[in-house]
């Protein structure tokens, strides 16, 4: 586990709390990857989170994670109190970020004409 955890990480693991019985959770509190993506592809969140994903210490074998928070009430982990970075949906010095660009209209074929 964490020392502390930011805001959003805690929203996390209250929505894993919240959808608890659709992961099969093994004592460890391991978690398979399977189930998260599968789980997360309803919801939200786009990915595993890279806290979870890269940490060598969450890796419990070929596509599985420990996520012991799972067994801790939220209400009881440490906020991490850091304010750095913009707030989401804040301006950057720029103003906002520039809207996306439509892809462009695919008018030649990929194959050679003969």
Known sequence: MLA???PGQIEF???LHANRSALTVYDTCTVSRKELVDLLSKSVYVAVPAWI???PV???GRGNYQIPELNVD????????NTRGRKP???????????PVPAPSATASCTPNS
């Open 4 to 6: 502390s955890y930011t």
């Open 13 to 15: 693991i209250k929505f």
């Open 53 to 55: 994903s890269t940490t």
């Open 58 to 60: 969450r890796r419990a």
């Open 74 to 81: 939220p209400a009881t982990l440490t906020v991490n109190t």
């Open 89 to 99: 949906g804040s301006p950057n010095r720029k103003g906002r970020g520039p809207a």
